[in-house]
C-alpha cells in the first residue's frame, strides 16, 4: 500500500534532494522542497565540465571509498539503483542518454537538460518549493523553521511540522552552487555523528615544487602508499602536472584516499610510473638496445620518442651516466618517482568535486535513515561515500535520494 498523503520535507535541492522529491511525489506523498538559494540544482550544470555525465556502465562498490562502511552498505544501496534503473529514471522524464567510455551523459551532451528535465518533472508532481529559505532549524518533533514567501511575497519565518524530513544539503565544495556546508551544521544540531571531511577528487599537492613539468600531460600509473610504503589505491589514465602538484582523473581518483591517511596524522606518497606500457626488466632492455644502437648520444636524446621533452629533462636531470648503475637509476625516476604529499590538500577544498568523510554509512541503514532519529534520512554527498571519477558521485546522489524518497513515502514499507 503506498501511504498517501505523507508530509515530507527534503532540505537542499540538488540531485539526491531532487530525486526523493520525485520519487516520494511520484509514491503519493506531499513533498516540499526548502532550498537556501534562489533556484534548484545549480551544480548539476557545472558537473561533467558542463555535460554532466551522470551515471557509468561500470557501476561497482569498488568504485567508491569510505572508511564507515563495514558491511557493504555501498554495494546494497548500488543493487537497489542500477545503471539500468538510472537510465531508465532519466527516460521516464524525458532525457535520451549517451555513452562515452562507460559514462553515461545526457544525449544533447549538456547539463542544462537533465537540470531542467528534473525541473518539469517537479512541477508535473506539483511538489513545493521554497528557495531563499535562510538558516533552517530543525525542531525535535520533525518541525521546520524557515523563511516562507507569503503571498504578498513579503517573507516571515514560519515553522511546519512533517512526518519525515530528508537532508540532501551536498557538501562544502562549490559553494557557490549552495553546497557550503551548512548541512553538516544541521546534522550537528541533531547530534549526528560526523567524521572528518576531506576534499575528494581533487588534484594532489606535492612538497617538491613542479613548475619544471606543468603543461605536459602524459599516460601514467599512480600508486597511493602508505608511510610503511605499503599500496593504499592505485589508479591510471593522463596525469597533469602543475606547479604545486599532479592532476588528472588518476591522481584526483586517489586524493580522498590520499587525504583520509594524511587526516590520521600519517605521511602519504604518491608514486607515479611515467612509462606504464613496459614493465622495469623491459624498459631497461629498451633503453640499453637504443644505447646499442646509437652509442654517440647524450641520455635525453636516447629517450626522444618515448617522453615529451620537458618530461625528459626532469627525469634525466639528476642523473650522472657516468656513473655504475645509472640506468637502473634512470628506471627508478622513470617508473618508481615517488612525491611526498603535502597535508595542505586537507583544507583545500576549492578545487574538490566531492568530499570524503561525513555522516558514516553505519549511521544509517539501508534505506538512509539515521539511526535513532526516527523519520530523518540523509541523502547524496552529505554520507561518507566518496566515488571515482566518471559519473559515480551523481549515481550515488540519485541512488540514496531514491532509497530515502521511496522510504519516507512509506513505498518500501508496503
Ligand atoms: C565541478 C564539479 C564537477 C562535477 N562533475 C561530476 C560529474 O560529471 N559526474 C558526477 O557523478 N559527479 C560530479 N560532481 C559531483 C556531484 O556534483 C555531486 O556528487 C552531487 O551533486 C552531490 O549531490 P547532492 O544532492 O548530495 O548535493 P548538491 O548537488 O551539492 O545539492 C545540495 C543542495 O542543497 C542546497 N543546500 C545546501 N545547504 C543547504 C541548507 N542549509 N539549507 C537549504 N539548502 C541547502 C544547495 O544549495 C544545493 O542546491 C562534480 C562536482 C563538481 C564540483
Not at 541523502?379 to 522510504?407: I, K, P, Q, R
Request: hydrophobic residues 35%; glycine residues 10%; aromatic residues 6%.
Amino acid at each position: 500500500m503506498i501511504n498517501k498523503g505523507v508530509r515530507i520535507a527534503i532540505i537542499g535541492g540538488g540531485a539526491s534532494g531532487i530525486m526523493a522529491a520525485i520519487t516520494a511525489a511520484r509514491s503519493g506523498a506531499s513533498v516540499i522542497i526548502y532550498e537556501h538559494k534562489d533556484s534548484l540544482a545549480n551544480k548539476i550544470l557545472i558537473t561533467g565540465n558542463g555535460k554532466c555525465n551522470f551515471s557509468n556502465l561500470r557501476m561497482e562498490s569498488s568504485c567508491f571509498h569510505s572508511s564507515t562502511d563495514k558491511d557493504g552498505r555501498t554495494g546494497r544501496i548500488l543493487d537497489k539503483f542500477s545503471v539500468k534503473d538510472c537510465i531508465d529514471f532519466f527516460e521516464s522524464i524525458g532525457v535520451r542518454h549517451r555513452e562515452r567510455k562507460g559514462g553515461i551523459y545526457p544525449y544533447t551532451d549538456t547539463a542544462e537538460t537533465v537540470r531542467s528535465a528534473l525541473l518539469l518533472e517537479l512541477k508535473s508532481l506539483d511538489v513545493s518549493i521554497v528557495c531563499d529559505c535562510g538558516k533552517l532549524v530543525i525542531g525535535d518533533d520533525r518541525s521546520i523553521l524557515a523563511d516562507i514567501t507569503e503571498s504578498d511575497r513579503r517573507k516571515k519565518r514560519a515553522k511546519r511540522q512533517y512526518d519525515r524530513i530528508i537532508i540532501s544539503c551536498g557538501g562544502c565544495v562549490s559553494p557557490k552552487t549552495g553546497s557550503d556546508g551548512s548541512g553538516y551544521e544541521l546534522l550537528r544540531s541533531l547530534d549526528v555523528p560526523l567524521t572528518p571531511i576531506y576534499p575528494a577528487l581533487t588534484p594532489l599537492i606535492v612538497k617538491e615544487d613542479l613548475s619544471l613539468l606543468k603543461g605536459i600531460r602524459c599516460d601514467a600509473r599512480l600508486c597511493l602508499l602508505r608511510e610503511d610504503g605499503s599500496l593504499a589505491e592505485s589508479s591510471s589514465g593522463e596525469l597533469q602536472p602543475y606547479d604545486k602538484g599532479l592532476s588528472g582523473i588518476c591522481a584526483m581518483d586517489i586524493s580522498g584516499q590520499a587525504c583520509r591517511i594524511m587526516g590520521d596524522g600519517k605521511r602519504a606518497y604518491a608514486e607515479v610510473d611515467f612509462f606504464p606500457v613496459m614493465t622495469d626488466d623491459e624498459f631497461k632492455a629498451e633503453l640499453n638496445r637504443r644505447i646499442r644502437l646509437y652509442p654517440e648520444r647524450k641520455l635525453n636524446e636516447l629517450l626522444t620518442g618515448l617522453f615529451a621533452k620537458k618530461l625528459i629533462n626532469y627525469l634525466v636531470h639528476p642523473i650522472d651516466t657516468r656513473r655504475d648503475g645509472y640506468i637502473d637509476k634512470l628506471c627508478d625516476n622513470v617508473k618508481h618517482h615517488r612525491y611526498e604529499l603535502s597535508p595542505e590538500m586537507l583544507k583545500d577544498f576549492s578545487r574538490a568535486q566531492t568530499i570524503a568523510g561525513g555522516v558514516p554509512l553505519s549511521a544509517v541503514d539501508d534505506n538512509c535513515m539515521l539511526y535513532g532519529h526516527e523519520g530523518i534520512y540523509v541523502a547524496g554527498e552529505l554520507l561518507d561515500s566518496d566515488g571515482v571519477c566518471g559519473g559515480y558521485n551523481l549515481h550515488f546522489a540519485w541512488a540514496t535520494g531514491m532509497l530515502a524518497g521511496c522510504h519516507a513515502a512509506g513505498y518500501l514499507n508496503a
